[in-house]
């Protein structure tokens, strides 16, 4: 079992910058790949990055490469997504998500999730 709490959301203006927090609780933390998602009003609930247990390996949505770094502390159990040069568009709710898998595999589900934190980006 692995418990999940976002924070670091928040009001920004366009082109600012936010970091988002994920502490994860369980001893078995640093096994999991985790993702961050997020989902705007209307619309589904879209990856936004993913990293794998050592952060050897990461994955990005092509609408946030170059501006979005995902990265983890397994020592401290903690993933972060660090978000700068924000649009008006990147406005969601964010969400921490793990995966039981070695690697991101987009056809595997999210078994763990967080309750997620609002991001909204005025322009």
């Known amino acids: 079992q692995v418990q999940l709490v976002e924070s670091g959301g928040g009001l920004v203006q366009a082109g600012g910058s936010l970091r988002l927090s994920c502490a994860a609780s369980?001893?078995?933390?640093?096994?999991?790949?985790m993702g961050w998602f997020r989902q705007a009003p209307g619309l589904e609930r879209d990856i936004v990055a993913a990293?794998?247990?050592?952060?050897?390996?990461?994955y990005y949505a092509d609408s946030v490469k170059g501006r979005f770094t995902i990265s983890r502390d397994n020592a401290k159990n903690l993933v972060y997504l660090q978000m700068n040069s924000l649009k008006p568009e990147d406005t969601a709710v964010y969400y921490c998500?793990?995966?039981?898998?070695?690697?991101?595999?987009?056809?595997?589900?999210?078994?763990?999730w967080g309750q997620g934190t609002q991001v909204t980006v005025s322009s």
């Open positions: 998500a793990a995966q039981q898998t070695p690697f991101y595999t987009a056809n595997v589900g999210f078994a763990y």
């Open positions: 369980g001893r078995t933390f640093s096994r999991y790949t």
């Open positions: 990293i794998n247990w050592s952060g050897s390996s990461t």
